[in-house]
């Protein structure tokens, strides 16, 4: 079978199924492991597909946006591991950014006990830091429906009056070249207002955001600090040499 023929096969696969695996592509081609393994090099460098670990998966739409409840259960152990380990750097008399997020809102229960001020855009937060006794301020704004966020004019203005010691965001893709993107250009602004008032920022990110492109850009690599886990260390070694790389072991 020509390279190409192959290369159509792999791509008709993923628009039926969306994830296929090394085994179930080496035996449907009829080729050997290398051979596919190359071909994934290929369209991903051609940015139809992205790699992951024992296969390949449908890259998402720039616009898409999954809703809270879907991002919940999405790799929910890796997000507590990465939350655990963000909230470690948090040190008593900090100001901190909170973003709104599936990934930060599990910082919070590692917040308990520390003398801390929380800002926050995440409607999901609030209760949560305030049963901690966590002196909080909410930034205010329009709710988005899909992520709960505060977003919009008077919540940009809110946040300027801010000055923080560190903010933890997240992010929904990051690439070496495209750095940390989001869907919604008026949370992209949220974010880059937030890194722009802090000392030092932290993005939290689950080994599903590499290699995804969003629509809006927030921030480049150099920027901030990314803890991640579950990754593969090719790319571990590529992004070392671009940002300060924190990954927790599970």
Known sequence: ?????????????????????????????DASESTIRRDLTD???????????????????????????????????EKKGIAEKAAAFIENGDCIFLDAGTSTVEMIPFLKGKDIVVVTNGLTNIALLADLNIATHVIGGYVKAGTKAFVGRNAIRALETFRFD???????????????????????????????????????????????????????????????SNVDEE??????????????SL
């Open 166 to 228: 560190k903010a933890f965001l997240g992010v929904n893709g990051i690439t070496k070249f495209d750095g940390c993107t989001t869907p919604d250009p008026e949370e992209a602004f949220i974010k880059e207002n937030a890194i722009a008032r802090s000392r030092q920022s932290y993005v939290l990110a689950d080994h599903s955001k590499f290699g995804e492109v969003s629509f809006s850009k927030f921030a480049d690599l150099d920027e901030i600090i990314l803890i991640t």
């Open 43 to 77: 369209l991903e460098n051609d940015k139809k597909l992205k790699r992951i670990h024992g296969g390949a998966t449908l890259l998402q739409k720039k616009l898409d946006e999954p809703s809270v409840a879907e991002k919940t259960v999405k790799n929910s152990r």
């Open 235 to 248: 790319i571990t070694n590529n992004y070392r040499t671009m940002t300060n790389l924190e990954v927790v």
């Open 1 to 29: 079978m020509l390279t190409i023929e192959r290369h159509q096969k792999i791509l008709d696969l993923l628009k039926k199924q969306t994830i296929v695996k090394m085994k179930e592509l080496v035996e449907e081609l």
